[in-house]
């Protein structure tokens, strides 16, 4: 690497200093961090962007909404996919109602929303975490367990943003943002093809019983490893996780935003093994739709419970 001399205004130069002495790290560091970000972004937002103002025309850039992802398609061929989650009451200040170690309740939230944008078919870059605690020792503590899990995806990069230092808080909360890039043509959402399997891969898991399935080597609820493999599968075609609205909620998604006729297998409900109806919590459960032919390859890599439902029609 080859030093370069910059010049910035001083409240620029005190507000990197405040994010190197928080996470640890020099100040050279956060600057090259930055310039990174920065700079995949320029890659791939095509020229609608003037560098010296960073002003970009809305009406150049067509945006949708597919279930609780934002979608914005780029002149260049490219999307970017935005994704969030939250959490209040869970994790280990006095008055959570469900206690859970800062490190794995940050593991957890960070797995659910990289799975959110890893199943559009996009590539998460960057996620921004913003928590209503203090830092240390509670936010410090759910911030690794953020960048332990963003460790899984190379090209992820971790901006821990505020906590609240103002006021003592009592319970938990937290919000979480993906930004995920991608080719638009290679993008998963509403890419089921007429005939397709549809399929329930995990087991719907919600409170204490995710924090058991973690500690049971997660052999039953699908983590972000899982999804990574499969969206990179040109014979699966549409994945969508699965959360409070249960399985049942997933499949009634799939038909709104798809446009999808879906023909549930004959005597499905006597034979299956989950509870469509329940809560897939922090989406413990996928949906996928697949070539029938590729059903017993997918199970052979992907090792979790897995439960076709029905077909396209």
């Given at each position: 690497?080859?030093?370069?001399?910059?010049?910035?205004?001083?409240?620029?130069?005190?507000?990197?200093?405040?994010?190197?002495?928080?996470?640890?790290?020099?100040?050279?560091?956060?600057?090259?961090?930055?310039?990174?970000?920065?700079?995949?972004?320029?890659?791939?937002?095509?020229?609608?962007?003037?560098?010296?103002?960073?002003?970009?025309?809305?009406?150049?850039?067509?945006?949708?909404?597919?279930?609780?992802?934002?979608?914005?398609?780029?002149?260049?061929?490219?999307?970017?996919?935005?994704?969030?989650?939250?959490?209040?009451?869970?994790?280990?200040?006095?008055?959570?109602?469900?206690?859970?170690?800062?490190?794995?309740?940050?593991?957890?939230?960070?797995?659910?929303?990289?799975?959110?944008?890893?199943?559009?078919?996009?590539?998460?870059?960057?996620?921004?975490?913003?928590?209503?605690?203090?830092?240390?020792?509670?936010?410090?503590?759910?911030?690794?367990?953020?960048?332990?899990?963003?460790?899984?995806?190379?090209?992820?990069?971790?901006?821990?943003?505020?906590?609240?230092?103002?006021?003592?808080?009592?319970?938990?909360?937290?919000?979480?943002?993906?930004?995920?890039?991608?080719?638009?043509?290679?993008?998963?959402?509403?890419?089921?093809?007429?005939?397709?399997?549809?399929?329930?891969?995990?087991?719907?898991?919600?409170?204490?019983?995710?924090?058991?399935?973690?500690?049971?080597?997660?052999?039953?609820?699908?983590?972000?490893?899982?999804?990574?493999?499969?969206?990179?599968?040109?014979?699966?075609?549409?994945?969508?996780?699965?959360?409070?609205?249960?399985?049942?909620?997933?499949?009634?998604?799939?038909?709104?935003?798809?446009?999808?006729?879906?023909?549930?297998?004959?005597?499905?409900?006597?034979?299956?093994?989950?509870?469509?109806e329940k809560s897939a919590g922090p989406s413990t459960v996928i949906l996928l739709t697949l070539e029938e032919e590729s059903i017993e390859q997918v199970k052979r890599i992907i090792?979790?419970?897995?439960q076709v439902l029905g077909r396209i029609t």
């Amino acid at each position: 690497m080859e030093p370069i001399n910059i010049r910035l205004p001083k409240e620029k130069i005190q507000r990197i200093d405040e994010i190197a002495i928080k996470n640890g790290i020099k100040r050279s560091e956060v600057i090259r961090q930055a310039l990174t970000i920065y700079l995949q972004l320029l890659e791939n937002i095509g020229d609608f962007v003037e560098l010296r103002s960073l002003r970009i025309s809305r009406e150049e850039i067509p945006t949708s909404n597919f279930g609780d992802l934002i979608i914005m398609k780029l002149k260049n061929g490219q999307a970017i996919v935005l994704a969030n989650t939250s959490s209040g009451g869970i994790g280990s200040k006095h008055e959570d109602e469900i206690k859970l170690d800062g490190k794995v309740f940050g593991q957890l939230m960070a797995r659910t929303v990289i799975i959110k944008v890893l199943a559009s078919g996009a590539q998460p870059i960057a996620l921004i975490a913003n928590l209503s605690v203090e830092f240390f020792p509670t936010g410090s503590r759910i911030f690794q367990g953020i960048r332990e899990e963003a460790l899984k995806i190379k090209t992820l990069k971790v901006l821990e943003g505020h906590t609240e230092e103002n006021i003592k808080t009592k319970q938990t909360g937290i919000g979480i943002t993906v930004l995920g890039i991608g080719s638009e043509k290679e993008l998963k959402m509403g890419k089921s093809l007429k005939n397709d399997i549809i399929a329930a891969v995990g087991v719907p898991k919600v409170g204490y019983e995710v924090i058991s399935a973690i500690n049971a080597n997660a052999r039953d609820i699908i983590m972000v490893e899982d999804v990574l493999k499969l969206s990179k599968m040109s014979y699966v075609h549409e994945i969508i996780p699965v959360g409070h609205e249960g399985i049942k909620g997933g499949l009634k998604m799939m038909e709104h935003i798809g446009g999808y006729r879906i023909k549930m297998e004959r005597g499905i409900e006597e034979r299956l093994k989950v509870d469509i109806e329940k809560s897939a919590g922090p989406s413990t459960v996928i949906l996928l739709t697949l070539e029938e032919e590729s059903i017993e390859q997918v199970k052979r890599i992907i090792k979790k419970p897995f439960q076709v439902l029905g077909r396209i029609t």
